[in-house]
């Protein structure tokens, strides 16, 4: 039988775990029971002035947010809905960010237990094929040139299967890791005690520190795929990603073409 928590999320218990580098990096943790999108919270708190480390999660969400303007499906209490702002000094500074935050959620999952893990381009987490969970950052620019960025992230916990609204296949952490005994609260510390250090350090360290784990983590190498971006389907195998985080993809020809964005199926 899986072994599942359905403890609420709770400020103390989050901050039980937290390691005293995530702590002090925290200017503000907020539970909510309901909220439309974490992400959205964030955003509109950027044009009030929040501070970098300013952090949210929730039970659900009534209006998640995925990559492309998906929705992202939030049942009550099942799974892990968050996000968390940073404040940069310039726009460029954030080139790579979302797959350091990839390398991050991995990280945590292999401390935890979840070994069979791994990134697919550009910031989804996946498992035998199946998507676990993603990554969604949205930036703002400022007048003065700084730009603040609000890191979204959602895992499957325990997310039902054969859901309607969702086409894709997916998993969750008690399908993928049966024997960890997974709670909300734990984990959401230790993703915090991953992730607010890459992000505060990630204007001085860069892309760079990253890739190297980054490609060790890469399930789509190798792999023949269909890349689709905008309307138009282009057709490869997938050689990796380039210094910049870009996907290098060998068309039928033999060319190898870079792309900054698009959507990645399996099934070419």
Known sequence: MPMISDCSLSTEKINAHL????????????LFKQIDSTNRYLMTATQTNAASGSVC???????????????????????????????????????????????GVIRTLNKCGAGNVGLKWPNDIYSDGKKLGGILIEVTTHSNGEASAVIGFGLNLNLPPNLENITQAYTNLHEVAP???????RLIACLLNELLPITAMFEKKGLNAYLKEWRSYDCLLNKSVSLFVGTQKISGVVQGIDENGL??????????????????????
């Open 19 to 30: 390691t005293e580098n995530a702590s002090a990096l925290i200017s503000k943790l907020e």
């Open 247 to 268: 996907l290098k993809l060998q068309r039928s020809n033999g060319v190898i073409q870079t792309f900054a964005s698009g959507e990645v199926s399996f099934s070419a």
């Open 57 to 103: 999660f929730a039970e659900t969400q009534i209006a998640g947010k995925g990559r492309r303007g998906r929705e992202w499906i939030s049942p009550q209490g099942q799974n892990i809905y968050g996000s968390f702002l940073w404040r940069f000094n310039h726009i460029e500074q954030l080139n790579g960010l979302s797959l350091a935050i990839g390398v």
């Open 179 to 185: 024997n960890v005994e997974w709670e909300r609260n």
